[in-house]
């Protein structure tokens, strides 16, 4: 028996794994790499949970990559839009940060969370 056959009627490859010929399959390769931070690994774990189709999806046509790196980038910029937007809202300025740090830590602190959950409500989770 040959190691390997061709299928005319596929077009696929298939090698011998013992008694069975096994089809050659190979994911299709993405064509740009991105950067994938903490919202797009968060993301990822999400869909991997919660969304398999969508997942399997993603993974088998070669998108999911570039899927998540535009989830980080969208989740990226909302987060440093609402940080920026809300510390003016609520006063936490740089003078208030030389005048009392240990409030500003805190306040700072709280805000991050708070909009971290909007992100991960508005973007991430979805």
């Not at 909007?118 to 991430?124: F, H, L, P």
């Amino acid at each position: 028996m040959d190691k390997y056959i061709y299928d005319n009627s596929n077009g696929l490859w298939y090698e011998l794994q013992g008694d069975y010929y096994i089809p050659c399959l190979v994911l299709p390769a993405e064509k740009e790499e991105r950067h994938i931070g903490v919202w797009g690994q968060r993301h990822l774990r999400y869909i991997r949970e919660h969304r398999k189709v969508f997942y399997i999806k993603l993974l088998t046509s070669g998108k999911l990559q570039s899927h998540l790196a535009d989830v980080e980038e969208q989740a990226q910029g909302l987060f440093d839009h609402l940080m920026k937007q809300r510390a003016e809202r609520e006063g936490i300025t740089e003078k208030l940060k030389a005048d009392n740090q240990m409030e500003w830590v805190g306040r700072m602190s709280n805000l991050r969370s708070a909009v971290t959950e909007t992100v991960n409500a508005e973007v991430i989770f979805v």
